[in-house]
């Protein structure tokens, strides 16, 4: 299993950016595929997006395209999520997530590994 660590989360308002970084502890990281969710309160976990290990294959939600990008620096085993034009309704717990299984990275179920996640909030 591969440990995760997120960080860059925090308090902005609306039309701002923040960057999250997701650190992977595994030597395998370069071989993995690594997705976004995030998970606002009563709200089931949302996929956010996903990057395949060789950046070939980039996937979004429906909701952040446009605004999100997702990259990785395999050298530094780590995975970031640059957010920009953010709107209070992006206010949720980001969770980082690695070791996809068989099925389609949308879902929470394909993903081996979690991070503990970061708070991002958006005020209006």
């Known amino acids: 299993q591969v440990q995760l660590v997120e960080s860059g989360g925090g308090l902005v308002q609306a039309g701002g950016s923040l960057r999250l970084s997701c650190a992977a502890s595994?030597?395998?990281?370069?071989?993995?595929?690594m997705g976004w969710f995030r998970q606002a309160p009563g709200k089931e976990r949302e996929f956010v997006a996903a990057?395949?290990?060789?950046?070939?294959?980039?996937y979004y939600g429906d909701s952040v395209k446009g605004r999100f990008t997702i990259s990785r620096d395999n050298a530094k085993n780590t995975v970031y999520l640059q957010m920009n034009n953010l709107k209070p309704e992006d206010t949720a717990v980001y969770y980082c997530?690695?070791?996809?299984?068989?099925?389609?990275?949308?879902?929470?179920?394909?993903?081996?590994?979690w991070g503990q996640g970061t708070q991002v909030t958006v005020s209006s």
């Open positions: 990057i395949s290990w060789s950046v070939a294959s980039i």
């Open positions: 595994a030597r395998t990281f370069s071989t993995v595929a």
């Open positions: 997530a690695a070791d996809p299984l068989r099925g389609s990275y949308y879902y929470t179920s394909t993903w081996g590994s």
